[in-house]
């Protein structure tokens, strides 16, 4: 069974910047597409970041210029750094992963069978 487990979450000021961190455990790492998702209090959980299996990345439009994904397939380990960090950036992280490595739709979740159980991130002004 694969397991995602996401780390990094925190309180931060705005203006300041968070690694967050995913950690994947009984599977090959390297064969699956990853995302970062996030879901704020009262809304819709929405797509954040999406990198291949090939590390090509995209982003959604309120993140782009100030979040970066990546990945490290040695460590088994997918990451997001976070700068700039605005309070509307406040919400619960999760972490997903696509074996099947799915060329569109990046910001489906239904892409994603394997998720996290999410970290925490708050930004106060």
């Known amino acids: 069974q694969v397991r995602l487990i996401e780390s990094g979450g925190g309180l931060v000021q705005a203006g300041d910047s968070l690694r967050l961190s995913c950690a994947l455990y009984?599977?090959?790492?390297?064969?699956?597409?990853m995302a970062w998702f996030r879901q704020a209090p009262g809304k819709e959980r929405e797509f954040v970041a999406h990198i291949s299996w090939t590390s090509t990345a995209t982003y959604a439009d309120s993140v782009k210029g100030r979040f970066t994904i990546s990945r490290d397939n040695l460590k088994n380990t997918m990451y997001l750094q976070m700068n700039s960090l605005k309070p509307e950036d406040t919400a619960i992280y999760y972490c997903a992963a696509d074996p099947l490595r799915r060329d569109s739709r990046h910001d489906s979740q239904n892409n994603y069978p394997h998720w996290g159980r999410g970290t925490q991130v708050t930004a106060f002004s």
């Open positions: 009984n599977g090959d790492f390297a064969r699956f597409a």
